[in-house]
């Protein structure tokens, strides 16, 4: 099974500011498109941003100007800045590849935005 490992979600007051990291094997990282998806209560999973290894970069509507994605390939890492940060961005966020891979799919990190 493919492990990615998400951290960096917390909670954070409307307007606030994360950074979410995750890792993933070497051999998937440089080989693939990595993403960021997230899943809210009571909705289906979202792709929320995504960047190829070429720099092209693909971001859901609703966070354009506001989350940036970025990944190290020394340390086989992707990140999402993620700033002014409102309620409706409350959701457990994933990383995976783009396509998701089905055996990708790990426990996430919680984003909560509330005051």
């Known amino acids: 099974q493919v492990q990615f490992v998400e951290s960096g979600g917390g909670l954070v007051q409307p307007g606030g500011s994360l950074t979410l990291s995750c890792a993933a094997s070497?051999?998937?990282?440089?080989?693939?498109?990595m993403a960021w998806y997230r899943q809210a209560p009571g909705k289906q999973r979202e792709l929320v941003a995504a960047?190829?290894?070429?720099?092209?970069?693909n971001l859901h509507e609703t966070v354009k100007g506001r989350f940036a994605i970025s990944r190290d390939g020394a340390k086989n890492t992707v990140y999402l800045q993620m700033n002014s940060l409102k309620p409706e961005d409350t959701a457990v966020y994933y990383c995976?590849?783009?396509?998701?891979?089905?055996?990708?799919w790990g426990q996430g990190t919680q984003v909560t935005v509330s005051s």
């Open positions: 995976n590849t783009l396509p998701a891979r089905r055996d990708g």
């Open positions: 070497g051999s998937i990282f440089s080989r693939n498109i």
């Open positions: 960047k190829a290894r070429n720099g092209d970069t």
